[in-house]
């Protein structure tokens, strides 16, 4: 067999570099802020830091919205500086994987200026160009941030396809000088030394707007399958695909080696469960345990043998997991670690967004005024405008907007939390004085010394990264409880989601107790024997074999 490829055992630390450490005191993070804090992610032993978009952008959508793909965001730094970031990255074993932003550009860049010139320009097949039906848009397409996806055109007397904002219209990839663009820049990236891609809604680029269809088009696998060939294939570059549509099937498409296409995607299914059927992500429903263990438990069975997973609760798109899915007030620490554990030793790479490793929670906002995510604000007035009342529309930006990933990284008690000496672009969370890192560094028990352990037995215990996923289907509906199996080790991975007492019952007797989120009697569990789980209580028992603990 091949060696198994790094990305297979690492875990992968997503930085948000506007949030992370700003050193210039302009109130925004930069890229000498991930070069001074590089230390601190060696100490958690991450193997690769998935860097959101650095390159040149008039931030619309904070950087997914790209002017120029060659250059750096004049507010992070320099080329320099970027170079110097991927190199000290590499002297702390840590490479650095790009955001790769390539459904749309800004409408700021050079090809989008040009399009928008007139139908003779070079360039106009480089975006989606369509005449209008009836003197309106198109078709009924809408953006993911509200409105119509079609914008029109005075000069041309056209539309183009903006599947986001307005300012970040839609490159077109049936045009294979669209297609070579994108595979050069990523070679110029390549040549500098960087780990991989993550790869912004890769699901759109075979879009047929004229039909109808955005996600899975018929040409999306072909595109793929010739950018692996005509860039990172032959490379050890790891590849991740933001898929917000991909079943366990398609899933296989895009990860299975021998079609050579990428390493892996993000999958969103369970980040559904919390809300309404066939409704969008502000229409809030509960949480449910049971849904969680089946979606998790699809996944981990289907790309047991086929694929590969990516393992996250949190990004900058989604609400800190400590609050949106445990409990950020009297169960914090428990909480978070329980999340940790239930994720960390499931088989898959995993990812850790900034300050999750931390507990840091969500950000309660009043009114709109506070708020500075251009999805979140379109939304607001979208649904105001629809009737809603501002009091239901703050509740689903509290449970659900993007600033709640976006406020500035806690780094101690210090005004701003250590981020920033100036006015942090964004409000920074009033809960740092308890929650910050350089609390959790000096308490033992810390939430971060949990995710560190968890990354150092991932590295050493094949069992992890390889081993076979069972559920264990006798449990209370909340408590989530499952087997890691191969030939030698069988490890035991028991958590209670819930505020309440559980009871758990071993399947079988255990040996030595690995890691747990209270202190707990070094015993062995007893086959049969009841277990009472306290609140958010999580443990690792090995079942059969040793772990490696060094
Ligand atoms: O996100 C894709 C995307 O569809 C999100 O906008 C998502 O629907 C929403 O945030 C769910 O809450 C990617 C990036 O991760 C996001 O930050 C960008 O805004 C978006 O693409 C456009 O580039
Ligand atoms: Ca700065």
Redesign the pocket.
Known sequence: MNKQPWWQSTVVYQIYPRSFQDTNNDGIGDLRGIIQQLDYLKTLGIGAIWLCPVYQSPNT??G??ISDYEAIMTEFGTMADMDELIAAAKDHGIKIVMDL?V??TSDQHKWFIESRQGKDNPYRDYYVWADPVDGHAPNALTS??SGSAWQFDEASSQYYLHL?APQ?PDLNWENKHVRQAVYNLMNFWIEKGVGGFRM??IDLIGKQPLKGITGNGPMLHRYLHEMNRATFGETDLMTVG?T?GATPEIAKQYSDPAREELSMVFQFEHSGIDQQDGKD?WDLAPFSVPKLKAILSKWQVALGSQGWNSLFWN????PRIVSRWGNDKEYREQSAKAFAILLHLMKGTPYIYQGEEIGMTNYPIQDIAEADDI?TINMYHERLAAGYSKANIIQSINA?G?DNARTPMQWDTSKNAGFTKGKPWLHVNPNYQQINVKATLADKDSIFYTYQRLIALRRQNTVIVNGEYELEQETAANVFAYRRVDADTELLIVVNLAETENEYTAPASSKQLVLSNYSREKKPLIRGEAQQLRPYEAFVYVLKGALDEH
């Not at 990004?315 to 989604?318: A, K």
Request: aromatic share 18%; net charge negative.
């Open positions: 959508d904070n997914y919205d932003v459904n749309h993911t941030f986001f970040q912004d809604v933001e917000w992500k990004n900058h798109d989604l999805e659900k993007r």
